[in-house]
């Protein structure tokens, strides 16, 4: 679809309506009017003056000569000979002036009109964004200077031509105009083929007109475009789109383990009813493919089916490796895949699978279709892969389920039905007709018929006959103690189809025990599956797709229920950093629509602790830390306003490398502290301040670095002692001065450990030594003793370790990355830098895992025998 701007006649129409107003047409061939006629055009420097004073607005005669005539003596002279040229023109003294010793140009253009239309009334603006002519296309070489500008504006104008299609686009899709948005969206694609924001549109038409299918694979062009293009991955806004359309929650919490063949082999608690032809393909897409995708929708038996087909493939004494991996991100489910395997990098994994004697790899349940891109581009191409899901997930080669033969349903609905569990007055054949032979109907049907209440289930069904399964689920769930179905509509009610113990005795207000014991009971009725995390003892509990739609549709608990029962929970278990993980996505979910005083209090139990150091933060869900500190302050709530602003420092300043911004946080909460008159913190905040204004070369660094220290003084805290020297230290680093630094922070050691040795320390004297000992280690690398630096990381890490602090684990690595590298021993170095990404990426920390993947690259360049990461 080709449009081009208005014709002449129309813009010297336009140019005689407003006679002190040149006319511009700018894109592709050059033309002027004024007062409705045809202007001659001058040569092509001065026409080049004119486009320039028009698209900048105004500019002093010296500029002018630097931009046309950078290499002239006489460029003053020339300025002046152009204008002279342009003054010829008719109307010149009208539209051709000069105010304050500048020029100024009364002029509009179709790109002015472009810009202008494109604020109020983007279908106005159509026209001129669907124009394929370059601005000033056909004007020769002017200057170097001139052209550098001019690239810039033809960049500026194809941004707004973008938008202004985009937001046309957007229009036409809210009307249901489907065709026509993606015709426009086509266009923009061929006007700027690396614009992430087009191919986001696009994906959005697609979900919207009901074309999933169409919407993943434009998912996935947009994913190839970014990579092989750009060298990027999709950013937040489109991948939080790529979940929406995918209809998953925020991550399952994937389980992994090995199933050895004999395993695998032994009879299945079911068989594989009437499967046999698919089984039959997909063993042969595996032998010629090697990535295999199962597809079909919830509860037609892909899992059933993928642990029936692995036991075929998979000879005796070799394993399978089986994930159940959900909405999980790449990076999750890749640190799943390597604790199950014991490989510590990617690059170990195919030596980890051929020692682990794989001979298939299972990702069950995949909802993700990025992270399940991923995933497939990082796996060794000799190991196959077999992927079960509900999407279409793009470009691999598929076996489709859909309802089962009526024999193999009429077999699967006798071998669940319990003895004497079928009233004589039910017709099996009729039964498993009106369930669509659906496996996961005919299987709940079976446990739920019984001899007193199969008659009045099968009358329930023939009365929906188009809700059989919710029918069944309602039939099911009536035949559990209070306690059991008070912790099915628990789950149902929270904001994902997963959970701990703990979250959900917390929002029934019921001993943990208790809730236990009634979600074993859901297990058992195959309502629930309980699920956990490799290296971790916490324990969740999930619901299947079908069974939590059924339990959220009772809505049990308002969402202001939640809010108080996630907070609350929070709260008691704010030093549990690794649960409070696990339920991360109801953290996200309370806080998103708590009033301000939960939001507070959610955010001080969140963040107060351990979590950020342990478990970094979701930097995609910022907006509602800042949300909180926003809140607290307009209330003159100064307490939790400096304690949300010093976290938000620390996100800015460790997973983000954003030191600007950092400080700003941190000098905004030192004055927050001083109005309550909590001295030490002001104290803190203040010397990380100053630490980071040095580094910057800011003149104000040392005086907040001493009031740091009268404030520390003043506090007599030993801790706040030691940090302030620290920071201190820190600032004499960035000054080269070594020596000072190095005895400033032995002092703050000292001052810590006699902390430490009167008692077990908080986390934040733990967290301050960790730092202190990091620090020190990197003075003594400045002054050239590598052997004593690297002996400090070492210490770093033994203690984060101990404490599972991964922030500073991950800063340990790379430290110890960059110092086995400069002694000369490349191996060691790879395995730290490793290490270190590993940790930062699931941390968020990206600005660290940019450093250690540049490291590592430029060690691992220089060993031939040994790959990058």
Known sequence: MTATPPPVPELLARSADDAAHLYLHLLGEVRLAWGGVSLPLPGPKPLAVLAYLHLKGRASREELAEIFWPDKHNALQNVRQALMTLRRLSGAGGWLMEDRQEL?????????????????????????ALSSDTLLGRLATISAHFDAWLDEERGVLRATQLKVLQACSLQLLDSGQYDRARDLLHQAMFMEGDSEATYRTLMLLEHRAGRTAQALQVFEECRRMLESELNLTPDTETLNLLQQIEDRPSGSNQRGELLSGEVLAQPATEPCFGRQD????????????????????????????????????????????????????????????????????????????????VGLLVLDNAVNTYAAQQVLSRLPESVPVLLTSRLRLPNLPKVELSRLPR????????????????????????????????????????????????????RALYDAPHDTVQVLLEQSVG?????????????????????????????????????????????????????????SDTVS??????????????????????????????????????????????????????????????LRAWLGGQYIAARGFPTAHLHLLQKGIERAEQDGDFETASLLNGKYADISQALLGD????????????????????????????????????????????????????????????????????????????????VQARALLAEARDLLHQ???????????????????????????????????????????????????????????????????????????????RAAIEISQTLGAGSLESMARKLLQDIASAQPDEGGS
């Not at 193999?408 to 669509?436: K, S, T």
């Not at 789950?491 to 929002?507: C, H, M, W, Y």
């Not at 025990?513 to 599956?529: C, K, P």
């Not at 005086?703 to 801790?719: I, N």
Request: charged share 20%; glycine share 8%; hydrophobic share 45%.
């Open 659 to 738: 030191q600007v911004t950092a400080t700003e946080r941190l000098l905004r909460a030192a004055g927050q502290a001083g109005q309550v008159q909590a001295w030490g913190r002001q104290a803190t905040f203040l010397a990380l301040a100053g630490q980071m204004e040095a580094m910057r070369r800011l003149p104000e660094a040392f005086t907040h670095l001493q009031a740091a220290q009268d404030l520390a003084d003043r506090s007599g805290q030993p801790v706040i002692q030691a940090r302030v020297r620290a920071q201190q230290a820190m600032a004499h680093a960035s000054r080269q001065e070594f």
């Open 278 to 357: 698919e089984l039959t393909q997909a063993r042969a897409l595996l032998q010629h493919h090697r990535r295999v995708l199962v597809h079909g929708l919830a509860g037609l038996g892909k899992t059933r089916l993928a642990r029936e087909l692995a036991g075929q493939v998979t000879p005796a004494g070799r394993q399978v490796a089986w994930l159940d991996v959900g909405g999980d991100s790449g990076e999750v489910i890749l640190n799943g895949l390597r604790d199950l395997l014991r490989a510590k990098r990617d690059t170990d994994l195919e030596d980890a699978f051929s020692q682990a004697r």
């Open 407 to 458: 024999s193999a349903a009429l077999d699967l609905l006798r071998f669940h039905l319990p003895e004497g569990g079928e009233p004589e007055a039910v017709n099996q054949d009729a039964l498993c007709a009106l369930l669509g032979d659906h496996p996961f109907a005919v299987r709940l049907a079976a446990r739920t018929l019984g001899p007193a209440s199969g008659a009045e289930v099968v």
């Open 104 to 128: 100024v140009l009364a002029g509009i253009s179709d790109v002015s009109e472009l810009r202008r239309l494109q604020q109020g009334d983007p279908q106005a603006a159509l026209d001129f």
């Open 541 to 602: 509990f999930q619901m299947h797709d079908l069974t939590w739609h059924a339990a959220r549709a009772h809505r049990a608990h308002l969402p202001h229920h939640l809010v108080h029962a996630v907070t609350g929970y929070t709260e008691t278990f704010a030093e549990r950093p690794d649960l409070l993980a696990t339920d991360l996505p109801h953290l996200l979910g309370a806080a998103a629509i708590a009033p301000p005083p939960l939001l507070r209090r959610l």
């Open 479 to 535: 035949q559990l103690d209070a306690r059991a179905y008070e912790a099915y509509l628990g789950l149902g009610s929270l904001f994902v189809p997963q959970a701990t113990p703990e979250l959900l005795a917390s929002l029934l207000a019921r001993p943990e025990e208790e809730v236990t014991v009634a979600l074993f009971q859901l297990v058992e009725r195959g309502l629930l599956t309980r699920a956990s995390r490799a290296g």
């Open 755 to 833: 902390v430490l040795q009167t008692g077990p320390g908080d986390h934040a004297v733990w967290t301050a030594y960790l730092g202190v000992l990091g620090n020190l280690g990197q003075s003594e690398m400045r002054l050239g003793n590598l052997t004593g630096a690297l002996d400090l990381k070492r210490e770093v890490w033994r203690v984060a370790s101990g404490r599972d602090d991964r922030l500073f684990m991950a800063r340990s690595a790379f430290d110890q990355g960059e110092l086995l590298h400069q002694l000369g021993q490349p191996q060691d170095a790879l395995t730290q830098l």
